[in-house]
Nanobody, 129 residues
Framework: QLQLVESGGGLVQPGGSLRLSCAAS????????IGWFRQAPGKEREGVSC????????YYAESVKGRFAISRDNAKNTVYLQMTSLKPEDTAVYYC??????????????????????WGQGTQVTVSS
């Protein structure tokens, strides 16, 4: 069974940091492009950061550039989202998603949620004083 499990969310004060993890089971992430998305109450799901299958190409939403960093550790079958200088507007449920990518398109990342076939259950991030 293919499964993604997010962890690392929680309550943090403005200016604080969190590191989210996305662990895969039932498949290996090294053949997949990965995306982190978030959804706040009453809002659409939005792409936060994405990483290609290979060569480490990344995407960041303008709202998180310079504050968030995506990385992958294929040996641990895990992708991370390091979040710093958190703001109240970062409050949302954060999801990771995986899309299988053939090798020749492995440098691509994907920012549309509809591009992804596999999703985790989400982890809540709340930024509040």
């Amino acid at each position: 069974q293919l499964q993604l499990v997010e962890s690392g969310g929680g309550l943090v004060q403005p200016g604080g940091s969190l590191r989210l993890s996305c662990a895969a089971s039932g498949f290996t992430l090294d053949s997949y492009a990965i995306g982190w998305f978030r959804q706040a109450p009453g809002k659409e799901r939005e792409g936060v950061s994405c990483i290609s299958r290979r060569d480490g190409n990344t995407y960041y939403a303008e709202s998180v550039k310079g504050r968030f960093a995506i990385s992958r550790d294929n040996a641990k079958n895990t992708v991370y989202l390091q979040m710093t200088s958190l703001k109240p507007e970062d409050t949302a449920v954060y999801y990771c998603a995986a899309r299988w990518a053939v090798y020749y398109s492995g440098r691509n990342y994907y920012t549309d949620p509809s591009d992804y076939a596999y999703w985790g259950q989400g982890t809540q991030v709340t930024v509040s004083s």
